[in-house]
């Protein structure tokens, strides 16, 4: 049988995927009104045994919209400056900003944070009574007067709005494109959690860090526990030959890829056993995020390597945008193809940038030794790097946008 909801204004808002940014919107939408339903593949939420970095761009909301600024203050680490360092010998080659430099000039914190608790915080945002779980999304049926969510358990749901918050293996991008576009970023990498009795020797340990050297990194930050979520990642050579992105790990191998390393990398990435490698993959730009009565929200819109740190943060400004177009569409009478299209236009460009910086970075990154490495060095290393490279990744506020063509006011 098919089921059916409403919201205020009548209009049915399902969202698939309860993930960081399909949580963001629905908590979003729920406060300013709206009654969106999601749906979830998963039996319960839960992350276990990874984190996530937040960035300024997104704890400003996470802390102004939707309330949980305390929460994560208290579960979160609040990331002490960015440091990059040369990977085999450890001297420092660009310390950018401090944590209170950061707050000045970002307006918000960076935070590590266990993934599990961030989205136990956003789930308690939505509230109750809007969450499926076990709910599997395997086909949508686009028709004039409504769109049919198909789940795998055999169930139907009725809306007159799908968006696919899905992720990076995101069902509802292939509705909308027809085929699978992922593409392999020529980078695989290990992911682990370690106690701070696991790294005596660590430096600066309530910073975030790049450890950099020819075709690999390691990066670390801490998280609210003490402990330090790291991601290391090493260049593949040619294409990624398994089926699955996840594959197991031989024991060590994550070591042996980092022979020669600075003490303190091995002594970290030693202590955790990385018992799988991850492939990274993004997908290209989209020329259009809304087909139907489908639109694409984060992973789903515009996965992107994480050697920003982007993925999460990007997910949480398209929830905020999104939930703004829909709510003005909703109050001037507009209608919701012209706030699905303005949410495109106000965050294609944004997503685009940080996708090919994020990819470019791994190459900057992963230089060997020589004089584009000392080049790069001295980049990192100047007075300007803050304003030249990220300034405007963590600097940006969203929500800040020009006015719509033909308003008042
Ligand atoms: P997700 O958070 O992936 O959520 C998608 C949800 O949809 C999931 O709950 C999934 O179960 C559900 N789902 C999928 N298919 C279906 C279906 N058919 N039916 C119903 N439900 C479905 N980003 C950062 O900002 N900072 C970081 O430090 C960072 N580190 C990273 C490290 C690694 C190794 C990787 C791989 C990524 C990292 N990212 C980081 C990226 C970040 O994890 C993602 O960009 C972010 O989770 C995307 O959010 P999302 O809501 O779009 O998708």
């Known amino acids: 049988m098919t089921s059916s909801f ?39 939420l839960r992350e276990v045994g990874a984190a996530v970095a937040l960035s300024a761009n997104a704890t400003r909301f996470l802390r102004d919209r939707l309330g949980i600024g305390e929460q994560l203050a208290e579960k979160a680490a609040d990331v002490d400056g960015l440091i990059f360092r040369d990977g085999r010998d450890g001297r420092v080659i660009g310390r950018v900003s401090s944590r209170r430099d950061y707050h000045g000039r970002a307006g918000a914190p960076y935070y590590g944070v266990h993934r599990a608790d ?26 004039e007067r409504s769109a049919v969510l198909h789940f795998a ?60 050297g020819p075709g690999g990194h390691l990066l670390h930050y801490p998280i609210g526990s003490g402990e330090q979520n790291f991601l290391l990642v090493r260049r593949h050579d040619g294409p990624w030959a398994e089926k699955s992105w996840v594959t197991p790990a031989e024991e060590n191998e994550h070591l042996a890829a980092f022979e020669g390393w600075a003490p303190a990398v091995r002594e970290m990435i030693g202590a955790a056993p990385a018992a799988e490698r991850w492939a990274l993959f993004h997908r290209p730009p989209l020329q259009q995020w809304s087909r139907g009565r489908i639109t694409l929200l984060g992973d ?52 685009r940038r940080v996708q090919i910086t994020s990819l470019a970075t791994a190459d900057v990154l992963h230089l060997p030794d020589g004089p584009a490495a000392e080049a790069r060095n001295a980049r990192l290393g100047a007075a300007d790097a803050w304003d030249r490279y990220l300034g405007w990744i963590h600097e940006h506020v969203a929500d800040q946008v020009p006015q719509p063509v033909g308003a008042v006011g």
Request: contains cysteine; hydrophobic residues 40%; charged residues 25%.
């Open 118 to 143: 961030l989205q136990q915080m956003l789930k308690q945002a939505v509230g109750e009574g809007a969450l499926h779980l076990n709910k599997k999304c395997v086909r949508v049926e686009d028709g």
């Open 6 to 44: 409403t919201t205020r204004s009548g209009t049915r808002i399902a969202i698939v995927g309860a993930g960081i940014g399909g949580l963001t919107l629905a908590a979003e939408l729920r406060r300013r009104g709206l009654n969106p339903q999601i749906y979830e593949q998963a039996a319960e």
């Open 300 to 351: 789903a819109a515009h996965a992107m390597v994480p050697h920003h740190g982007q993925g999460a943060n990007q997910s949480i400004e398209d929830a905020i945008v999104l939930a703004d177009c829909l709510i003005d569409g909703l109050e001037q009478g507009t209608g919701w193809d012209a706030a699905r299209q303005r949410y495109q236009d106000l965050r294609a460009d944004r997503v």
């Open 153 to 212: 358990d055999g169930d139907t749901v009725e809306a007159d709005l799908v968006i696919g918050a899905d992720g990076v293996r995101s069902r509802l991008r292939r509705e909308l494109l027809g085929y699978d576009d992922a593409q392999f970023s020529g980078c695989h990498g290990w992911r682990g959690i370690v106690a701070p009795e696991q790294t005596p020797s660590l430096p600066d340990p309530e910073a975030i860090q790049f450890w950099m």
